[in-house]
């Protein structure tokens, strides 16, 4: 799996240009206008790994296979969304079936892009979008509460625990505090991903500043960054306009160009990287003469989900995992030197996966 990253924000900020750069495609439409984008565009990237090519170069694997990742691009939000100004409604459905919120604020000054509120302000934006969100949060839930409450009356044991997630999550929003500040066990995970609430999903802010500040960010997203750590939320400085200019060149053009910018790679490895961050996930591979292949699971998966990853028989009928780290498996030429080294191990079902691993799965059919 990889993850499915919903791209919102304010109109003009950016968010159309930096959906066409990272997807390297003109599905969205950029113009400097609200609303341009008037259905969700969805597009796929590939993870850059550099872990992958060196595998695959051991393992002279015919084919890479990098894991993907999903965004949705989501039109502008505007104060109001969530009473169904500007096309809310249809856009705040959008956001409640992606994993990560990636809220792009605008962090430049530009006289000839027009700004919404008239003035650049991105800690103004960000609540305004927030408080769209919340508001929206908090009407859900108090449509489900008497419904509830009588399933809960009853013997219904999920219903009882839906009602005490939703109280819970409305003192909060009622306080102008999102969801994901609910304080809940692991066991009522489940459940609580159940009520679909837009404030509960990760944020990662992008802050789309000028040119010049893409190496070194400027005093509007040091503002941001300051925020998401208050927040505990995570932050990443992009040039949405230099990721669009680098999306039509060549990859020695590419190193070139950002190098005479001061930067060492795109915007989007540092993005996927603050993602996976964020949402806490880990890649491992599986090599071989056919295919090297980058597989995205949660930290913490033991040996069985993450075959069932790659096919549900894989899980069901999971005996062992055949595992080597990243490291030894480089230093040692591959799987029959890792072998040979003592490096190979035989992991059984409590195993957690660690990221870098190379596993193949012995399963029964």
Request: aromatic letters at 6%; hydrophobic letters at 40%; a negative charge.
């Amino acid at each position: 799996m990889g993850f499915k990253c919903g791209i919102v924000g304010l109109p003009n900020v950016g968010k159309s240009t930096l959906f066409n750069a990272l997807t390297e495609t003109a599905a969205a439409q950029a113009a400097n206008y609200p609303f341009c984008t008037i259905e969700p565009n969805v597009g796929e990237v590939a993870v850059p790994d550099p872990r992958l090519d060196t595998l695959a170069k051991i393992g002279k694997s015919a084919q890479i296979i990098p894991t993907r990742l999903t965004f949705v691009d989501i039109a502008g939000l505007v104060k109001g969304a969530s009473q169904g100004e500007g096309l809310g409604n249809q856009f705040l459905a959008t956001i409640r079936e992606v994993d990560a919120i990636a809220h792009v604020v605008r962090c430049f000054e530009d006289g000839d892009i027009t700004h919404v509120s008239g003035k650049v302000d991105p800690l103004a934006d960000i609540e305004i979008i927030e408080t769209e969100l919340m508001l929206a949060d908090l009407d859900s839930l108090e449509k489900r509460v008497d419904a509830l409450e009588k399933k809960a009356k009853g013997a219904d044991k999920d219903a009882k625990e839906q009602l005490e997630l939703v109280n819970r999550a409305l003192v909060l929003l009622r306080e102008g505090k999102p969801a994901r500040l609910v304080e809940r066990k692991p066991e009522e995970e489940k459940n609580f991903g159940m009520l679909g609430l837009m404030t509960s999903k990760p944020v990662l802010y992008v802050c789309n500043v000028e040119e010049g500040a893409a190496a070194t960010g400027n005093a509007h997203s040091a503002k941001v960054e300051e925020l998401a750590k208050k927040e505990g939320a995570v932050a990443v400085v992009i040039s949405a306009q230099i990721e669009a200019e680098i999306a039509v060149l060549s990859k020695e053009e590419r190193e070139e160009f950002l190098s005479t910018l001061g930067l060492k790679e795109p915007g989007l490895d540092r993005l996927i990287r603050k993602g996976y961050e964020l949402l806490h996930l880990v890649t491992y591979f599986t090599v071989g003469p056919k295919e090297a292949r980058a597989w995205t699971i949660t930290k913490g998966t033991k040996g069985p989900a993450a075959a069932g990853v790659i096919h549900t028989d894989f899980e069901r009928g999971f005996i062992r995992a055949e595992t080597i780290a990243y490291n030894d498996y480089v230093a040692l030429g591959g799987e029959a030197g890792a072998r040979d080294g003592g490096k190979l191990r035989l992991e059984g079902k409590e195993y957690v996966v660690a990221d870098g691993d190379v596993m193949h799965f012995r399963f029964a059919t």
